[in-house]
């Protein structure tokens, strides 16, 4: 059977790989049209389907303006992109281009690229100065998808965030390029929290600020064999921004490899924390650096100002009604109170290569909350500059070592932190 819609045409076919009544979608646009409608649509019929169905954008370069395919669906849903979508790149009065949400059952592939034009946003960014700044788009939004493989895709160029994921449960990203200029601000790679259940797996991310970051409420992530930089690290955190933040557990960075990154592995919370949460059972191991700044690094007192700190737009949601609210904009806060997050349960192990300051080590927790079993094994971390050989900071801490520490642990007096 077929279908028209508009200008574009939608034919839906049976598809028996997917089982005898699937239905096969594909967008019939010519390449250079603009297929924001037409893949709603084709979206709503493949949703309203009691049997699984595929939406396919074929090979080309398509229009995609602001869209939101959610559900709940009656049966599994497939989106397989081809070609390129491309964001208008004027659009950055839109906190979001992409959303899929609430959809049990959900598939993303095809080797297709999600081109989000940030180019023109990036000149306007001024987020990591005022907490009073545009709300850009984030390219591509996952709110409460559960049972979810996100394969073989690419997202390039976004104004923000390029994928956010809150409320996702067993959900699998593996194969995923995502790439910005090192320059670009606020183009994080992978945000996540909230979330229970997810892989990032054998990905690669070049941009412009945290290749991955983790927000509150994330527990049992795993990332392995993913390659990051340029870009500003893995990070865990920030942590403590809100009142209602939740526990972090269960993350697992393994298998990795950081090149010519601002940060390398990270884990941060803010003094003066709005909340008193804490961030366990956080295990980094087998991590090669190359030429990374601060390759290992706890920071409790971050976002520095002179004595203050700026919160930037964070998006909110409501757990509650699984849906998105909008960005919460906050006011500045003061140093002088230690930061309220607990960590504990921290391990870095087999952590080998290059630094590109002296500062290889700094576990700079909370004087007002020391970490907690912290164990640091096998590091080798070495520097060459001129500024002398590479350091091992230790504040409020005092980790288990086990193997060989270089350089060695706890030696290194505490310098300022990072900006």
């Not at 923000?160 to 959900?171: P, S």
């Not at 500003?232 to 920030?238: A, D, R």
């Not at 976002?303 to 009604?321: A, M, T």
Request: hydrophobic content about 35%.
């Amino acid at each position: 059977m077929g279908a028209y819609f508009g200008a574009s045409t939608i034919f839906i076919f049976c598809l028996l790989g997917l089982s005898a009544n699937a239905e096969f979608i594909t967008i019939g646009s010519s390449s250079g049209s603009d297929i924001t409608q037409a893949l709603l649509k084709a979206f709503t019929t493949a949703c309203q389907s009691p049997s699984p169905s595929k939406v396919v954008i074929p090979k080309g370069e398509f229009k995609l303006g602001e869209i939101q395919m959610r559900g709940p669906c009656k049966a599994p849903v497939e989106i397989t992109i081809q070609g390129t979508v491309k964001a208008d790149g004027n659009a950055i009065q839109k906190d979001t281009w992409i959303v899929f949400g609430n959809i049990n059952g959900f598939k993303l592939n095809g080797g297709g690229v999600f081109d989000g034009e940030g180019n023109a946003a990036w000149r306007v960014n001024n987020c990591h100065q005022t907490f009073n700044c545009k709300k850009l788009p984030i390219s591509i939004r996952f709110d409460f998808v559960e049972n979810a493989e996100i394969r073989d895709i690419s997202s390039i160029d976004a104004k923000n965030f390029h994928i956010n994921i809150l409320g996702a449960k067993n959900m699998t990203i593996d194969h995923i390029k995502i790439i910005a200029p090192k320059d670009s601000p606020n183009t994080d790679g992978i945000h996540l929290g909230r979330s229970d259940g997810v892989k990032i797996l054998n990905t690669f991310i070049s941009t412009g600020d945290d290749c991955i970051s983790v927000g509150d409420g994330m527990k049992n992530l795993l990332v392995e064999k993913v390659t990051c930089g340029p870009g500003h690290g893995i990070s865990v955190g920030s942590l403590g921004r809100y009142g209602y933040e939740e526990d972090v557990s269960g993350i697992r960075v393994i298998n990795c490899t950081l090149q010519e990154t601002d940060n390398g592995l990270r884990i941060k919370t803010w003094p003066s924390a709005a909340c008193s949460t804490t961030a366990s059972d956080i295990h980094f191991e087998n991590i090669i650096v190359n030429n990374v700044m601060n390759p290992i690094l706890i920071d409790q007192e971050i976002h520095v100002l002179g004595s203050w700190l700026v919160r930037p737009p964070y998006p909110i949601f409501s757990i509650k009604k699984k849906q998105y609210v909008g960005l919460l904009f906050s006011d500045r806060f003061t140093l002088q109170k230690p930061s309220t997050i607990k960590l504990a349960n921290i391990s870095f192990k087999q952590v080998r290569g290059t630094t590109g300051n002296k500062d290889a080590v700094k576990l700079l927790c909370s004087r007002g909350y020391p970490c907690q079993n912290v164990e640091i094994g096998d590091i080798d971390i070495k520097y060459s500059g001129a500024d002398g050989p590479a350091t091992f900071q230790c504040s409020n801490v005092s980790p288990k070592l086990m193997g060989t520490q270089s350089p060695k642990a706890c030696t290194g007096p505490v310098t300022s932190l990072p900006q």
